[in-house]
């Protein structure tokens, strides 16, 4: 027996020393601080999505028009042919993973059975007033693994209550409860500050319906013009700021208030609350399907992709469906095209095989902060880290070497890891020695379409000129764009 006990003890010391030699290996050095604000779990989760669908229904899609009055029946509302699979479906094959259906828009007339009016589905001939189109979309979405978001207009033309501050409150946030608890999760609740201009008067309790959504549902971002989590970027074309925060002052900040749309596009480098801006654009001209309208271009799409996508923001893209219920094989096609396009562009990184070099690195070579992690498939927490000691701004450079033969290219990609806050403020392009592009911010994701076209060469350096702190950099990219043909400037 004690034999036994010590050749245990010899076990135990051994074990002891191997884990203690092991600990020592490891040690690797700690990442920086992070520079405040930060996104929310859920802010980073959304962030990643970099599309969301929109789909705008309702009595506007039978009587052609945008804005509803509020007096229409709702006898007209007879979608026979409605299918919410086939909406999903078109999402999940543009690679979108949220979907936002107008429950309610300004006309008042709502697409659930809800118990506060009789303006709604129950009074149309859709499946007899049995119909729920809210519960059709949740239920494709589940099936189909994706997520489901919810626009309920404040503006309601229909019920007599509007105009009447406590009674429609009321009423309001009656429906929001009603959507926020009758369909599980709801990931993106999106508010707007219209208004009737015969009813000017009327308040909108912003405060209170906030706060219900929070109470109600735990992974929900809030979008208004004043965020709290997701910020309108101020215009409905799809283009954010070539500056682009994703912080902002929440002060500064007031719903349906036409003299703040350029800080909402830009956002401030000084900003204290992290809420980044969603750029709200349709596939056709309208909100709402119109018999007489077809889908934008791919390239007006993909210009629209630069602009949003490319300068740190989400594209919420409105794709109507129309009135048998559908999203038409128009629109079904051109999404298609989008997806397959941005595919071709960005599923091959030319600078993947490349070797990377910086100009110092956090912790040195063992450190894990090295430049190779700009070319890995983790764009938030692996990164590049340069030192954090006396170097001065425009001192931090990166730069993607080819071989002998080169590269030609002419979409460049930069990812900031945001993780630990939005960081870079002025950034410079070189290749072989020559400045290529240059821009501001980075944020999650910065795309440089080539003004001047495709380039060929071999060095690529991405100078950062200005940062907050030390600029920690998650991706880079080296992309052809076959779809990009910029137009020759000058005698040639
Ligand atoms: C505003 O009120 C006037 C007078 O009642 C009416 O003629 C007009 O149509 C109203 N405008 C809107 C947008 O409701
Ligand atoms: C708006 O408010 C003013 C002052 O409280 C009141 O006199 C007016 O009747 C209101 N207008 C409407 C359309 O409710
Ligand atoms: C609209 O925004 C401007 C600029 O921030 C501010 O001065 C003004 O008070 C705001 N108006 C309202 C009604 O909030
Ligand atoms: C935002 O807030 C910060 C901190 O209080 C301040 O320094 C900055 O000037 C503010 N931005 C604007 C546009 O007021
Ligand atoms: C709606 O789109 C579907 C699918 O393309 C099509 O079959 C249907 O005819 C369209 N309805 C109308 C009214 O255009």
């Known amino acids: 027996m004690p034999k036994m006990r010590c050749s245990l003890c010899i076990t135990t010391l051994f074990l002891l020393y191997f884990e203690l030699a092991v600990t020592r290996l490891e040690q690797v050095p700690p990442p920086p601080l992070p520079i405040l604000p930060l996104p929310s779990f ?9 599309l969301i669908m929109f789909l705008h229904f309702g009595v506007n899609t039978f009587t052609d028009s945008e804005w509803g009055t509020g007096h229409e029946s709702p006898a007209i509302f007879n979608p026979v042919g409605l299918d919410a699979n086939q909406w999903v479906n078109t999402a999940v094959d543009a690679g979108i993973s949220l979907v936002i259906l107008t429950a309610k828009h300004h006309d008042g007339f709502c697409l659930w059975p809800s118990k506060y009016t009789d303006h709604s589905v129950i009074r149309s001939p859709w499946k007899n007033g049995n119909g729920d189109v809210v519960q059709e979309l949740v239920d494709a979405a589940k099936a189909r693994g994706i997520d489901v978001g919810l626009y309920l207009s404040p503006w309601d033309r229909h019920d007599p209550r509007y105009g009447h501050d406590l009674p429609y409150n009321e009423y309001y946030l009656a429906q929001l409860q009603e959507l926020l608890k009758r369909y599980g999760g709801v990931r993106e609740i999106w508010f707007d500050g219209a208004k009737g ?18 109470e109600l549902q735990s992974s929900i971002n809030i979008f208004s013009d004043a965020g709290p989590d997701v910020r309108w970027v101020g215009d409905e074309k799809g283009s954010a700021g070539s500056t682009c925060w994703s912080t902002v002052n929440r002060t500064s900040l007031s719903i349906g208030n036409a003299s703040i749309v ?15 801006p969603e750029c709200d654009v349709s596939i056709r001209q309208g909100w709402f399907w119109h018999k007489s309208e077809s889908p934008k271009k791919l390239s007006q799409l993909l210009q629209i992709y ?19 219920g559908l999203i038409s094989e128009k629109d ?6 989008f997806r397959k396009a941005i595919d071709t562009i960005f599923s091959t990184n030319l600078a993947k095989e490349c070797l990377v070099k910086a100009s110092s690195q956090r912790g040195g070579k063992e450190g894990g902060f090295g430049p190779e992690n700009v070319l890995d498939d983790d ?3 692996t990164y590049w880290a340069p030192r954090e000691d006396n170097h001065g701004e425009g001192d931090h450079w990166i730069e993607v070497r080819a071989g002998d033969e080169g590269l030609r290219f002419n979409v460049i990609r930069i990812q900031e890891a945001i993780g630990l806050g939005q960081r870079i403020k002025k950034h410079d392009i070189y290749l072989d020695g ?18 001047g076209g495709v380039v060929h060469g071999r060095d690529v350096r991405i100078r950062i000129r200005e940062s907050k702190g030390v600029p920690l950099i998650s991706s880079i990219g080296l992309h052809f764009d076959p779809f990009w043909h ?5 005698p040639k």
């Open 379 to 381: 764009h938030l927490w």
């Open 262 to 276: 350029d800080y909402l596009n830009t956002g401030d480098p000084k900003g204290t609350d992290w809420v980044p």
């Open 42 to 50: 859920s802010q980073l989760k959304w962030q990643q999505r970099e």
């Open 332 to 337: 079904v096609h051109r999404l298609r095209e």
């Open 434 to 451: 020559k400045m290529v592009a240059r821009g501001t911010t980075v944020g999650y994701k910065r795309l440089h379409r080539l003004e």
């Open 486 to 490: 910029p137009k020759r400037q000058g």
């Open 197 to 214: 201009s015969n009813e000017t008067n009327m308040t909108y309790y912003f405060t209170d319906w906030f706060s219900m959504v929070r």
């Open 306 to 324: 630069y602009a949003s996508v490319g300068r740190n923001c989400l594209l919420l893209l409105n794709v109507p469906p129309n009135s048998t």
